[in-house]
């Protein structure tokens, strides 16, 4: 698409935004339903974590009016702090959703502020919904414009891209005008940071919950008149260039409002590196196979240039086993899974497991894409097995089930030591579009007493 032919990316998009209604997108909230479920899911499972601990106690003395929840939490805190320590929560574990053209996780950075917004607004369901849609497939779209080289370059694109989300969502909620939304977007321009290098130290969760934090920011801004440059996007010195290549403009525009990059969202098995589900799978997979794992004396995993960039690395610690192909390759063949527990602080220093990971070695094979991975394990015997995956469990040729992310919510609440009842997050985030009020959801998850405000 010829940038002749765009007035801007930042009004094309706004335009999108402010015209569309949940008439418009009833269809896509069913999926909008499963990211925000798995959304609660992978909150909950780190609820308790020390870093979102942290984060809490840093904000809270500078927190304005509590207005709402912090997940799986009795503590609350104004509708931008709430968003940050949110967004930190949900996307700690890497457990998150994954949208596989960009590897954006689009939930965290845009459900957590449209869920704060809507709290403090006393907001409906149906809003929250189609604002969440709209700021996923903001996020997306921008992302396809610049991807792969973008995320190449060392920018985190979840944290990149998701304040773009994050404010296109939030303009919707407050029902700005077209000249606000694009402002919106425009300013989220000036605050999209976040890289690569930080992905195993929980820095990298900070860029994600200031995408939540600055895109409601950018959106108060733009609601009381602030202004930003048409072309803040796709401009000469705007952020595509300057964070990466000229944007693919049919990419960003192509279809826009008429195919959605909810309906091609993917929700994660394994709270690990989406590049890593491949290895997983092929790993248990072979444990089948195996009559006795003390016989495995070497195993190897080929894969793409990504996969070894990413993941053939030493394990310091738990942020390092989510993105390491030996611990992956340990956890699955020496425990036959490759849950929270596996990925947690116990499970990383046990030492049949760090003995084990030391059998792994990865090597490069440059006919593997991404995302696919092929395993092979030497025997004690001399006898040699292997098992490739293409598309491992998770992604679009082989999604989750509801019931699937239903028990990760179940798991993440008992996981993470939450006391909000996951049964009641379950059943109002199935019925969010008869919700009045979103304060509803939450006071009903985190009080067993008061009842689900949902319209009967």
């Known amino acids: 698409m010829p940038q002749s032919e765009v007035s801007s990316v930042s009004r094309t998009l706004a335009d999108l935004v402010a015209a569309t209604s949940w008439a418009d997108v009833a269809a896509l909230q069913h999926e909008a339903k499963r990211s925000i479920l798995n959304f609660f899911a992978t909150a909950l499972g780190s609820a308790y974590d020390p870093t979102v601990t942290i984060a809490l106690r840093t904000l809270s003395p500078f927190s304005g009016s509590a207005t709402s929840a912090i997940i799986g939490r009795t503590e609350r805190l104004d509708a931008m702090g709430a968003a940050f320590v ?97 402002n919106a977007i425009g300013i989220a321009a000036s605050q ?79 709270p690990a590196g989406i590049v890593f589900h491949a290895v997983i799978d092929a790993c248990l997979a072979l444990r089948s196979r195996i009559e006795r794992i003390d016989q495995i004396e070497a195993v190897t995993v080929h894969g793409s240039a990504l996969l070894l960039a990413r993941g053939d690395r030493p394990v310091r610690n738990e942020r390092d086993a989510r993105v390491s192909i030996h611990h992956c390759v340990a ?18 220093f046990r030492p049949d497991i760090a003995k084990f990971r030391e059998k792994a070695r990865a090597e490069l094979d440059s006919s593997m894409p991404d995302g696919a991975a092929r395993v092979s394990i030497r025997l004690a015997s001399g006898e040699t097995i292997s098992e490739t995956v293409m598309s491992p469990r998770g992604g679009l040729a082989d999604p989750l089930e509801d019931c699937d992310i239903e028990a990760k919510l179940r798991d993440g609440a008992r996981t993470g030591g939450s006391s909000w009842d996951a049964e009641r997050i379950i059943e109002a985030v199935w019925q969010l579009d008869t919700c009045d009020d979103i304060t509803g959801l939450l006071q009903s998850a985190r009080n067993e007493s008061l009842a689900l405000s949902i319209k009967q």
């Not at 008149?225 to 010195?237: C, N, S, T, V």
């Not at 063949?333 to 490759?338: E, K, P, S, V």
């Open 86 to 182: 949110n967004a930190v929560s949900a996307n700690l574990l890497d457990f998150d959703d994954t949208h596989p053209e960009t590897i954006i996780h689009p939930a965290a950075p845009v459900a957590a502020p449209a869920l704060a917004l809507a709290e403090a607004r006393k907001l409906s369901g149906r809003e929250v919904l189609t604002a969440f849609i709209l700021g996923v497939e903001v996020e997306c779209r921008i992302g396809n414009a610049v991807s792969p080289h973008h995320y190449a370059r060392g920018w985190h694109i979840t944290s990149t891209c998701g304040i773009f989300g994050a404010a296109a969502a939030c303009a919707k909620l407050l029902g700005l005008s077209v000249d606000g939304i694009a």
């Open 192 to 270: 999209s940071a976040g890289i690569v290098e930080n992905l195993p130290t929980a820095a990298k969760n900070v860029s994600v919950g200031n995408a939540a934090r600055n895109g409601l920011f950018a959106a108060l801004l733009a609601q009381q008149g602030y202004e930003a440059a048409p072309r803040a996007i796709e401009g000469p010195l705007g952020w595509a260039r300057v964070m990466g290549d000229e944007p693919d403009l049919e990419r960003l525009l192509g279809g826009l409002g008429q195919t959605w990059q909810i309906s091609m969202n993917t929700y994660k098995p394994y």
């Open 331 to 348: 956890c699955a063949l020496l425990i036959g899974a490759a849950g929270v527990s596996e990925f947690a602080r116990e499970a990383v």
